[in-house]
């Protein structure tokens, strides 16, 4: 059987770092996109509540009028 060369075993070191590193950025990219949601879900939940608060506030400052 014949050897690789030194070239072919370069190329596949080559090869399987890349393959790695794009595994990473595409769970990267995955996990920003989840964050991303995440937070514009926050920020819906934050002006719920301050509208809340808004209409808590209103209602007594007329009872105490």
């Keep these: ?3 690789k060369s ?3 075993r370069v190329a596949v070191k080559i090869g399987s770092a890349i393959g790695r590193a794009d595994r990473k950025a595409h769970q990267v990219v995955k996990a ?6 995440e937070l ?3 920020s ?3 002006d719920a509540l301050k509208r809340q608060l808004q209409a808590a506030t209103k209602r007594l ?5």
């Design 6 to 8: 030194k070239l072919t």
């Design 32 to 37: 920003g996109k989840l964050a991303k949601e």
């Design 40 to 42: 514009a879900d926050i």
């Design 1 to 3: 059987m014949a050897k």
């Design 44 to 46: 819906k939940q934050v």
């Design 61 to 65: 400052r007329r009872a105490l009028s």
